[in-house]
């Protein structure tokens, strides 16, 4: 259409030029000057003319590309605007490792240590969608990790709603290590989720509703278990900072302490609350990271043991990183003091220090060498008192 409608003004162009040259020449076969001048203005009108033609032909093709791809796109017809409300992208992860364990037993293993696949897409404005599946070494099978449904704009309205399985805003475990925090494995819990929330001015808050899989004896399978959190995050001159903690109904649904308690985890007593800090401070290239978890109560013996009276599982992570250029490659060298208190039960160590160094080869591409010595729990609590480490070198995609 838009290539006849050019034709069209062109013709009627090419028209009022004709139009023009025939009277002025049809006086006399030789023009006078007066001719001559009038001849090069009529010329000149009918270019002009010719220009606006054009012009008018032009705006009105785009006019009617638009409305097409308009109502192609309300008909979901548009493979072009479809393709541009999707995200596809994942990671590859893997390992080299060697390792002693508390029982000093040496061991070393070549692993595909992870594969992550995400979907990410807005079929609707104030929709937003998120579906990612993982292997992980020592699965065979490929799980589905996350999957959401977001409701809601916070740049235009700070409230929203957010519904699916993934990790409740319980703890913030963001570490430059290979390996995860010991926070994380005590307190990251993944449950599927209704959350409300709102987010404005560097405030975020709100709260979670979940069943999560412990229960209390006798008390039935119900949606009867949330928390509340609450953070805020914003930059200062040359400092940026990350501050928040969270409140938890039952710790005992976190991956690594349902796992600890086994099948005491559907029959407790009653139910533990836990609690959760972190603080995230960046100046220019360094990074300082703290945060601590921990359960409000003691578990029964039965449930989770330590010592005469159960555990109070708790952990905290201390962490400093230094981001640097060297030879034109993206470095971030980290170091890391963690601990934990009465997770015997959970397989984590009672101390923990480690650091990694992390080269950007190339874009999409990382390497990382990472050395990790643990500390085991004293004879006199359940533990070995040995120590162990784990030394890794790990290449990383992502796309």
């Known amino acids: 259409m838009r290539n006849s409608m050019m034709r069209f003004g062109t013709a009627a162009a090419l028209g009022l030029v004709a ?22 203005q009529q010329q000149q009108k009918a270019i002009e003319g010719l220009k606006a033609a054009l012009s008018n032909a032009q705006k009105t093709s785009e006019q009617t590309a638009m409305k097409a791809e308009a109502a192609l796109v309300q008909k979901g017809e548009s493979e072009e605007v479809w393709w541009k409300r999707v995200n596809i ?17 040496d061991a070393s293993d070549l692993a595909l240590a992870k594969v992550e696949l995400f979907f990410d897409a807005n079929p609707a404005k104030y929709v937003e969608t998120h579906v990612q599946l993982l292997f ?23 409230a929203y709603l957010q ?65 509340l959190f609450a953070g805020f995050s914003g930059e200062s001159e040359n400092v940026s900072y990350n501050i928040g903690g969270g409140l938890i109904s039952n710790i005992a649904d976190s991956d690594g302490v349902t796992s600890g308690a086994g099948a ?33 109560d003691k578990f029964t013996n039965a449930e989770l043991p330590f010592g005469a009276d159960g555990a109070q599982p708790a952990a905290w992570h201390l962490e400093g ?10 470095t971030v060298f980290a170091v890391t003091v963690q601990g934990t208190e009465e997770a015997l039960a959970l397989g984590l160590p009672e101390y923990r220090y480690g650091g990694a160094v992390t080269v950007g080869v190339i874009d999409h591409v990382a390497v990382t060498a990472e050395y990790l010595h643990d500390e085991d ?6 533990g070995t008192g040995n120590s162990g480490h784990t030394a890794t070198l790990k290449l990383a995609v992502d796309f």
Do not use: C
Request: hydrophobic share 40%.
């Open 264 to 296: 005491a985890a559907t029959a407790l007593d009653e139910y533990i609350y836990g609690a959760a800090v972190h603080g995230i401070f960046g100046f220019g290239p360094v990074t300082l990271r703290g945060e601590y978890v921990t359960a409000l």
């Open 19 to 40: 139009a023009s040259v025939q009277p002025a020449m049809a006086e006399n076969g030789s023009p006078s000057n007066a001719q001559l001048l009038q001849l090069i």
């Open 321 to 330: 990183a230094y981001a640097v250029d060297l030879m034109g490659k993206e």
């Open 377 to 382: 729990y004293e004879v006199s609590n359940g």
């Open 89 to 105: 992208g994942g990671a590859i992860e893997v390992e080299a490792t060697s390792t002693s364990n508390f029982a000093n037993t």
């Open 163 to 227: 519904a699916g399985f993934f990790a409740v805003p319980f703890g913030n475990f963001e570490t430059d290590m290979s390996a995860d925090p010991l926070t994380q494995s005590v307190a990251e819990t993944k449950e599927a989720v209704a959350l409300v929330g709102a987010e404005w001015g560097g405030f975020s808050a709100g709260g979670y509703i979940y069943n999560g899989d412990s229960q209390r004896s006798g008390n039935g399978n119900h949606i009867d278990q949330g928390g």
């Open 136 to 158: 992980e070494d020592g699965n065979n099978n490929i799980t589905l990790d996350e999957a959401w449904v977001t409701l809601g704009d916070t740049e235009e309205f700070p």
